[in-house]
């Protein structure tokens, strides 16, 4: 069996900001994870990455918001996606109508 895409695809939320997902099944499970899925998602906001989750080989599940990284619990890819979502939306709620860009 070989690796499968999922999903890939790139959302433009607001003037400067959009989400990435990629997220691949695996033939085998990535070493550091109890699963067989492979994923990357990023919320970037004026150029800066302010919320990731992601996988690394050895590292197993965990993402990042701004600088604090810590440990994600992976269910389902729709639990995934679900969970990446509401933190969007926090993002979003945090930084509303303030948003300027980059000078």
């Known amino acids: 069996m070989q690796a ?9 939320l607001r003037p400067g900001t959009f989400t990435e997902v990629v997220i691949w099944r695996l ?7 109890q699963h067989r899925y ?3 998602m990023a919320l970037v906001d004026r150029g800066v990455c302010v919320l990731r989750y992601d996988n690394e080989a050895g590292k197993g599940d965990h993402r990042h918001i701004g600088d604090l990284e810590t440990a994600y619990g992976f269910t389902t890819v729709e639990q995934l996606l679900d969970d990446f979502d509401a ?13 300027e860009p980059a000078a």
């Open 27 to 33: 033939p085998r499970r990535v070493p550091g994870s």
């Open 4 to 12: 499968t895409l999922l999903i890939r695809r790139r959302a433009r």
């Open 87 to 99: 933190d969007i939306g926090r993002f979003l709620d945090e930084h509303p109508g303030d948003w």
């Open 38 to 40: 492979k994923y990357r």
